[in-house]
């Protein structure tokens, strides 16, 4: 990075503590994915997905402008199993175009040299890779994705050389038995840690805050460009 940029990155950074700093926004670019995972409903073998759907590009850029401009400066890609999305390229590069970090959520199984270079150069910062147990034949019969394990530990190699940052997200399930060994495997591969809850929990907790913010007495305000992120959500929903 230039000086110039890394300059003006500080100086925007800036710019925006007074409302809170830079935020971040996760998008769902597909419900599509290849994978088995006992805990997921877009899962391959599961009917919850009886409609493809694919975000389009040009919305996303059009949605982008609207984030961009209230302060959003992370956005994470997810699914489904959003390496699959044929235009995957084209929208980490509009995220990186706008000076915002554009990260990405996969499974690993398309983790090739190949592709691993095309996400690099199209500015790819931060990718989360989905661990569900340190035992590797455990975690591909949950994501029916044999041999992902191996690919994964030889990706993460890569993408280090390539300058992006791998984090392992990992869903709280039965399969883990021990946290330990889970926490040695990853301080063994070098990558950062990221626990995430089950969609069931997710919901409970969501509702428990909604809740406390209806009921509490002195309500949290609604947040002063909540209309105009809201306008750029309703445009990425058009479309899937």
Same mark, same amino acid.
């Given at each position: @990075? =230039?000086?110039?940029?890394?300059?003006?990155? $500080?100086?925007?950074?800036?710019?925006?503590?007074?409302?809170?700093?830079?935020?971040?926004?996760? #998008?769902?670019?597909?419900?599509?994915?290849?994978?088995?995972?006992?805990?997921?409903?877009?899962?391959?073998?599961?009917?919850?997905?009886?409609?493809? !759907?694919? +975000?389009?590009?040009?919305?996303?850029?059009?949605?982008?402008?609207?984030?961009?401009?209230?302060?959003?400066?992370? #956005?994470?890609? =997810?699914?489904?199993?959003?390496?699959?999305?044929? !235009?995957? @390229? &084209?929208?980490?590069?509009?995220? /990186? %175009?706008?000076?915002? *970090?554009?990260?990405?959520?996969?499974?690993?199984?398309?983790?090739?040299?190949?592709?691993? &270079? $095309? *996400?690099?150069?199209?500015?790819? !910062?931060?990718? %989360?890779?989905?661990?569900? =147990?340190?035992?590797?034949? !455990?975690?591909?019969?949950? *994501?029916?994705?044999?041999?992902? %394990?191996?690919?994964?530990?030889?990706?993460?190699?890569?993408?280090?050389?390539?300058?992006?940052?791998?984090?392992?997200?990992?869903?709280?399930?039965?399969?883990?038995?021990?946290?330990?060994?889970?926490?040695?495997?990853?301080?063994?591969? &070098?990558?950062?840690?990221?626990?995430?809850?089950?969609?069931?929990?997710?919901?409970?907790? *969501?509702?428990?805050?909604? &809740?406390?913010?209806? +009921?509490?007495?002195?309500?949290?305000?609604?947040?002063?460009?909540? /209309?105009? #992120?809201?306008?750029?959500?309703?445009?990425?929903?058009?479309?899937?």
């Amino acid at each position: @990075m =230039s000086i110039t940029r890394a300059i003006g990155q $500080a100086a925007d950074v800036l710019r925006l503590l007074p409302i809170g700093g830079p935020s971040c926004c996760n #998008i769902a670019v597909t419900n599509v994915c290849n994978a088995t995972c006992d805990f997921c409903n877009y899962a391959k073998d599961k009917d919850f997905v009886t409609e493809k !759907k694919w +975000l389009d590009p040009e919305r996303l850029t059009r949605a982008l402008d609207i984030l961009h401009a209230r302060g959003v400066r992370y #956005i994470t890609f =997810s699914g489904g199993e959003p390496m699959l999305h044929p !235009k995957m @390229m &084209e929208m980490i590069s509009a995220v /990186a %175009f706008r000076g915002m *970090r554009p990260a990405m959520v996969t499974n690993g199984s398309a983790l090739t040299e190949r592709n691993m &270079e $095309a *996400r690099a150069e199209a500015g790819l !910062k931060t990718l %989360f890779i989905s661990i569900d =147990s340190p035992d590797a034949d !455990k975690h591909e019969k949950n *994501r029916g994705l044999p041999g992902v %394990f191996e690919k994964i530990k030889a990706g993460n190699a890569k993408l280090k050389a390539l300058g992006i940052k791998t984090v392992a997200s990992c869903t709280i399930n039965r399969l883990i038995g021990d946290f330990e060994e889970l926490f040695a495997a990853h301080i063994k591969s &070098e990558t950062m840690l990221h626990w995430d809850e089950p969609s069931a929990s997710v919901r409970a907790r *969501r509702r428990r805050t909604y &809740e406390a913010l209806v +009921l509490a007495d002195d309500p949290i305000p609604v947040p002063p460009h909540a /209309a105009e #992120i809201s306008a750029a959500a309703d445009l990425l929903a058009q479309h899937i």
